[in-house]
Nanobody, 119 residues
Framework: QVQLVESGGGSVQAGGSLRLSCAASGRTFGMSKMGWFRQAPGKEREMVSTVTWSLGYTVYADAVKGRFTISRDVAKKTVYLQMNSLKPEDTAVYYC????????????WGQGTQVTVSS
């Protein structure tokens, strides 16, 4: 089992930046991918960005392409989400996720961190 702890959320004005961090612990030796999801009030959870652990292949939702950057630090077992040019519609609870082995979907989740973007 992988345990995930997010940090870095907060409140920022439109156009500002935030950097989220997610530290993984536990059964991380076979971890295949990590990612970020978000859920706004009354909305369905959506994928924001993912990265494969071995080769660092990245995927982004169309809504954040060009503004957000996902990265990983293998030694620290940590994934980051650099969020620039934030918009009010980015306001949501952001969740870190991981797949603990190849061939499975995301099966470990962090507690979530609130991101609020004001106009």
């Amino acid at each position: 089992q992988v345990q995930l702890v997010e940090s870095g959320g907060g409140s920022v004005q439109a156009g500002g930046s935030l950097r989220l961090s997610c530290a993984a612990s536990g059964r991380t030796f076979g971890m295949s991918k990590m990612g970020w999801f978000r859920q706004a009030p009354g909305k369905e959870r959506e994928m924001v960005s993912t990265v494969t652990w071995s080769l660092g292949y990245t995927v982004y939702a169309d809504a954040v392409k060009g503004r957000f950057t996902i990265s990983r630090d293998v030694a620290k077992k940590t994934v980051y989400l650099q969020m620039n040019s934030l918009k009010p519609e980015d306001t949501a609870v952001y969740y870190c996720a991981a797949a603990d082995r190849p061939g499975v979907e995301f099966n470990s989740w962090g507690q979530g961190t609130q991101v609020t973007v004001s106009s």
